[in-house]
């Protein structure tokens, strides 16, 4: 019985490495190095989407029940979003640009994006990074579809970072972007995670997004072009196209902080099977005298 016990609890902790993308390839420090990403996330609700088969695979998100498209994590001083994307690739592969917008609950019309983060990749050289990179966006143009819609930098500027905006003004730990590889993706095949970070202070100070609000969330990509572009060309928009209202495809809604397990919540549930299983173990050595 402890070897079958024991390969259960290996069962048991493959299943969550596999799932939470901890066992994988290539990692990418795209923006910036956190040393403190989350190890467990939460999966976004009401979010799913099949591959469009897109040439530019790696702006095509998928994710279903088992493999989600789309997490989410909190902790005191930063929010977290990964999105799951279809194929291999590396940064130097991408010129393209990602989307995670945010309908804050309650504040201006309902189903429509106030806020976004957009990584920017379609840059003429590397070295512009600091220039485009992780951008904060409010909504430039809004359509009657995603397709007629597109967001514009907070800071009014397409070429250059000021302050206002996200690693603006000389700093450096507002906001990061990594990309892991080799992720299972069930039917899916190997997906990758794009993963951000953006800071609680950096958001309470510059914009009205902030802990304790409701937000619901819409993750769109553009294939080839920058942030400034009408959403979802030549890219993807998770659960919706580019010819769907603007209404579609949003999660459910999130409570922000939402408590997530973490590392120590799946630790503690181990022990605590591991107790159960314990105790039971001594209990029934405690038993076997009366039999004896």
């Known amino acids: 019985m402890k070897k079958e016990w024991k390969w259960m609890l290996i069962a048991f902790v ?10 994988h390839g290539a990692v990418y420090n795209i923006i910036g190095t956190n040393n403190n990403w989350p190890t467990v996330w939460n999966v976004v609700p009401g979010l799913s989407d099949p591959s469009e088969g897109l040439s ?19 902790d005191s001083e930063y929010v977290y979003f990964r999105m799951r994307v279809r194929g291999n690739a590396t940064p130097n592969d991408m010129s393209d640009s990602f989307f995670v917008l945010i309908d804050r609950v309650g504040l201006g019309q309902e ?16 070295n512009q990074q600091d220039q485009h990179g992780l951008e904060m966006q409010v909504l430039g143009a809004l359509g009657n579809t995603w397709g007629t819609t597109s967001m514009d ?38 997906t990758m995670f794009l993963d951000f970070a953006v800071s609680w202070w950096y958001l309470t100070n510059y914009t ?3 802990p304790t609000q409701q937000w619901r969330i819409a993750i769109a990509s553009v294939g080839n072009a920058n942030d400034h572009s009408r959403l979802g060309l030549n890219g993807d928009i998770v659960g919706a196209s580019v010819n769907d209202p603007v209404s579609t495809g949003w999660s459910g809604i999130l409570n922000v902080p939402e408590p997530s397990l973490g590392c120590f919540g799946v630790a503690v549930l181990v022990l605590w099977l591991w107790g159960i299983r314990s105790k039971k173990d001594k209990d029934r050595a405690d038993c076997l005298p009366l039999f004896r």
């Open 208 to 210: 009205g997004l902030a």
């Open 14 to 23: 493959t299943v969550v490495l596999f799932r939470s993308g901890i066992l």
């Open 111 to 126: 189903y429509v994006p106030e806020y976004g983060f957009a990584w920017d990749n379609n840059i003429p050289t590397p």
């Open 56 to 74: 530019r695979y790696w702006v095509d998100f998928v994710g279903d029940a088992s493999y989600p498209v789309a997490y989410w994590a909190v």
């Open 153 to 190: 930098d907070i800071d009014g500027s397409s070429g250059q970072k000021y302050a206002n905006d996200i690693n603006g003004g000389g700093r450096t730990t507002d906001g990061y972007v990594r990309l892991t590889t080799d992720v299972p993706g069930g039917d899916f095949g190997q």
